[in-house]
């Protein structure tokens, strides 16, 4: 079984890579940004481009998509989120033209932010209502759209928040770095906006196991126990031993969203329950 990841410099793809790689699996890999290492069967490629895209795939001709690769902006309500949208349109319609094509197995990796974070439901499942807030998302639910239609073997992975050795930014890396250098954390409000954070070592094993398994259809893949945020700042202090205090800024109220997303659906179908908690995330992005 021969497996194409795209987007291997990014946090998912470039876990899910290296795992399946160590694991024996025949991986190649795509990536923009660095130079080819045919070695490591890891190949630059501009996937905007429908001649480069076209052209490696059909060179590789792998058995199974495992589609990581989209620009990610800093902010989904943004001028760049509506960038990114436009490259990640591109990107996912000649992955998608070629697994219909070819008759290739994709596994899509979109994201849990799509659905109505605004409904009051206790939790966020599969069939809960769809409300994607900015450019981006709303990508990633047309691109979502487009598999359904086109695809018959697909497997769609609606991922929270995903975190690892290798976090360039977002919350968790902002307050490791602040408790390491042991500087005051501000909280906006009482710090109880909550968020569902995902280990990507999490994430690389149920990847493998729905592959295996040949699992079809819409899963979203979470923690299933948000924290807030006021949890997850004493959380890295206590790791890194560190001396910051919290600082609540009440002026700034974060929008209660609702970020409870079901993974009952996926627990169904793997076997046992996720290994990796936040304080193992924590502890490997201090080491990296």
């Not at 290492?37 to 001709?61: M, P, R, W």
């Not at 759209?145 to 697909?154: C, G, M, N, T």
């Not at 819409?218 to 202090?237: C, D, F, H, K, T």
Request: net charge positive; proline share 2%.
């Amino acid at each position: 079984m021969k497996i194409l990841i795209t987007g291997c410099t990014g946090l998912i793809g470039g876990h899910v890579y290296k795992y399946l790689l160590n694991r024996g699996f025949d991986v190649h890999g795509t990536r923009f940004n660095t130079i080819t290492d045919a070695q490591k069967k890891l190949f630059k490629v501009d996937l905007t481009s429908k001649e480069e895209s076209n052209s490696h795939l059909s060179q590789i001709n792998p058995d199974i998509i495992i589609h990581a690769a989209a620009v990610l902006p800093n902010s989904y309500n943004s001028e760049e989120s509506a960038i990114a949208a436009s490259k990640n349109q591109l990107i996912d319609k000649y992955v998608i033209d070629y697994c219909q094509k070819n008759s290739t197995r994709l596994v899509y990796i979109s994201s849990a932010h799509i659905y109505n974070r605004e409904e009051a439901l206790p939790s966020l499942t599969e069939s809960s209502p769809i409300f994607p807030e900015g450019s981006y998302l709303q990508q990633k639910y047309e691109s979502e759209k487009r598999i359904r239609v086109a695809l018959k073997d697909y497997l769609i992975i609606r991922v929270s928040s995903p975190f690892g050795g290798a976090l360039k930014k977002g919350v968790i890396k902002i307050f490791i770095d602040k408790a390491l250098n042991n500087e005051d954390i501000t909280l906006y409000g009482r710090g109880e906006r909550i968020q569902d954070f995902i280990s990507v070592k999490d994430i690389a094993l149920i990847v493998e196991e729905l592959v295996l398994k040949n699992v079809n259809g819409i899963y979203n893949v979470s923690s299933g126990e948000p924290v807030s945020m006021r949890q997850l700042a004493l959380l890295v202090i206590e790791v890194t031993r560190s001396n910051s205090k919290l600082v609540f800024d009440e002026s700034k109220v974060e929008l209660s969203l609702n970020n409870n997303f079901s993974n009952k659906k996926l627990l169904s179908v793997i076997d046992g329950v996720l290994k990796y908690d936040i304080r193992d995330g924590i502890v490997d992005i201090i080491k990296k």
